[in-house]
């Protein structure tokens, strides 16, 4: 059955045809809209309740205030009876452990409330609603039966995490294998990388050297036509990437397009969806570039480099996680449980620790290495904390914004200080998120690797 993503800030309607649209909801609140009796629905998807300024054309659907009068208007000219409209609505989650200022800005719980407002403005009957608590969830429509369902990512059966019948946990030799079983990065890609850390770069060489890698050559290219980045003209050579995408955007090509490589993820690890640690990478360097660029005080494209590769020790345990997936996935339900100490625990490592040792035998530079060991505990970091305060809270917005990609709980206890780090105030953190181009990234589910 074809399954369409909606996401964040974004919405489908459908008038005929089978299939299913979905919504991948933590914070966000999904709404599914159907008129049975003309077989007409839809399904939208909202970040915030309301701006608290204009709204840019582009941000319509961001907001509950704004986005959903829209939908219903779009689906009565579809042909829809409003009056035989119903509805269900998921989401608004805290999505694991929380802190004060969570709470204080109920970013999700004040987004179902408007959600739930126009609804009963619009005499809409609400069949579901299932918002608010510690976990996302998918919201599925059935387009040809106008059904829905809502299905939790995590779900405990006994809450009981018995280690006795696993697998033995991983020795030293066990890591240094699959250390150097990883997809090495090229060496063009690792030399780039150096000289972006420097500010020491000329185009003309990096263009050089990856015309000269023929298996890098078409990764890029790929990566360039894919639906997430696709332009108006197809790109076809390195040099005409290099000309129309321009140089930082092109480096980012190069950088993402090495990484895909080695973030190769097997079925039952990390991910909850095919290329889930990719999807989860790339997005994570999407968004550090974007708060970078607000905060104005570290090179976006040095963040971006960093929130590729945050995550890279999962690279080397994806493959361990799969034989103990059923335990670890209902771990991450617990907020109880500090992942990094059960990864450990349940294997013999964290994420963290494979990700710095990884990075050393690379010889990534330092500030790259801070990133990695610091971005679940930023407040911790000595080296380049505000770089590490970036990638942690872009982590953490993927985490809340961006669900259903990989098998993570994100801890939220640091979000005050990470926003002191960077001189955001609380009331412009919501400006923050809005800064980020949440409706393009459903693209990246349709994204084939070559």
Avoid at 71 to 89: H, N, R, T, Y
Avoid at 173 to 196: F, H, Y
Avoid at 413 to 440: T, Y
């Amino acid at each position: 059955m074809a399954r369409d993503i909606i996401a964040a800030g974004d919405y489908a309607i459908r008038t005929e045809g089978n299939g299913q649209l979905v919504a991948h909801l933590g914070t966000c609140v999904g709404v599914a809209l159907h008129d049975s009796e003309n077989g007409i629905g839809g399904v939208a998807h909202f970040l915030l309740a309301e701006p608290y300024g204009p709204i840019p054309t582009s941000q319509t659907f961001s907001y509950a205030s704004s986005g959903l009068p829209l939908f219903i208007d779009l689906l009565k000219q579809s042909g829809a009876d409003p009056q035989k409209m119903e509805a269900v609505v998921a989401g608004g989650s805290l999505v694991g452990p929380v802190s004060d200022l969570d709470v204080n800005l109920d970013i999700g719980g004040r987004t179902a409330e408007k959600v739930m407002q126009i609804l009963h403005d619009h005499s809409i009957k609400v069949l579901r609603s299932e918002t608010g608590g510690w976990h996302g969830c998918r919201l599925s429509y059935e387009v040809e039966t106008g059904s829905c369902d809502i299905t939790y990512f995590e779900r405990d059966d006994n809450g009981h995490h018995d280690t006795s019948s696993l697998p033995p946990r991983m020795e030293d030799a066990d890591i240094e294998e699959a250390i150097a079983a990883v997809n090495p990065i090229p060496q063009t890609v690792l030399k780039l990388i150096r000289m972006i850390s420097e500010g020491d770069y000329e185009m003309r060489d990096i263009a050089k050297n990856v015309r000269q890698d023929q298996v890098l050559s078409a990764r890029v290219l790929n990566l360039c036509n894919s639906a997430f980045f696709a332009r108006r003209s197809r790109i076809s050579s390195i040099d005409t990437a290099l000309v129309l995408l321009g140089e930082r955007s092109f480096i980012q090509m190069i950088l993402s397009a090495s990484v895909e490589s080695f973030y190769n993820d097997i079925h039952d690890g990390y991910s909850l969806v095919k290329g889930g640690l990719f999807f989860h990478a790339l997005g994570t360097a999407i968004v550090s570039e974007k708060i970078a660029a607000v905060v104005k005080k570290i090179d976006p494209s040095i963040a971006y480099t960093s929130g590729l590769l945050h995550d890279i020790g999962k690279v080397v345990l994806d493959q361990f996680i799969a034989r103990r997936w059923s335990i670890f996935y209902r771990a991450v339900k617990d907020p109880s449980v500090n992942l990094l100490e059960f990864e450990r625990k349940l294997m013999g490592a964290n994420h963290v620790e494979i990700g710095m040792r990884l990075g050393k035998e690379w010889a990534l530079p330092d500030e790259l290495i801070s990133v990695i060991k610091n971005h679940h505990r930023p407040l911790e970091a000595d080296l380049e904390p505000r770089l590490v305060a970036i990638v942690s809270l872009a982590d953490l917005l993927m985490s809340r914004f961006q669900v259903g990609l990989e098998l993570e709980r994100f801890s939220t206890v640091d979000l005050e200080g990470v926003l002191e780090v960077l001189g955001i105030q609380p009331d412009e953190f919501q400006q923050i998120v809005m800064e980020i181009p949440w409706s393009d990234f459903g693209a990246l589910l349709s994204y084939e690797s070559s």
